[in-house]
């Protein structure tokens, strides 16, 4: 099951989003309505909520995909996406780490060494950052690798990665209660 999971995601990713995107389904908050009640569907074209408007076609189309494949499937699934960021030749990274940014449960431990260093590169370009929810390096480091991995490249950095690095800390010490950096 979860292998026809992914080989679903993969073709998906391979035919691309086209340039006129059909209308998408795609999550948004019911403003006022309360839990279990509180996600609602807006479809593609219509205007936003309150808390979420509107935006592009692709970028609603990505939105939906990484609710479905965050939130929509099982364990098997999550690990087989985990080991494909894991292959070193795997063309979805840049993708996986969009649908990896909303998961709560991975850290730094799940991924290969090639995988990490995929992350770091990535520091060295502009703001690729998912607008609220960072980097996917900020989500997932743990303390300990933060204090081995990321601190110690805080005196050579230059920018981009400067920023990036300094963003990335920021995210992960909010998630631990720290403040790895002093602005």
Known sequence: ???RQLNTFIDLAKKGIPKKSPPV??????????APYNHGVLLAGASGTLDQ???????QLALAWRTLLTN????QTHEAFVREFNNPTSKFRRVLSNIFLSRRDLSTDAF?????SFLMADLNHGARF????GHLLGN???EQFVTERLLPLLSDAQSPFLEN???????????????????
């Open 25 to 34: 389904c795609r999550p948004a908050c019911v403003v006022g309505a309360s």
């Open 72 to 75: 929509h499937t099982n364990d």
């Open 1 to 3: 099951m979860a292998d």
């Open 140 to 142: 997932i480091a743990t």
């Open 112 to 116: 290969s060494e090639d995988a990490i």
């Open 165 to 183: 690095l300094r963003s990335v800390l920021k995210q992960a010490g909010s998630r631990h209660g720290r403040r790895y950096i002093v602005e």
């Open 53 to 59: 408007p509107q935006a592009s076609g692709a970028a």
């Open 130 to 133: 998912s607008g609220h929810r």
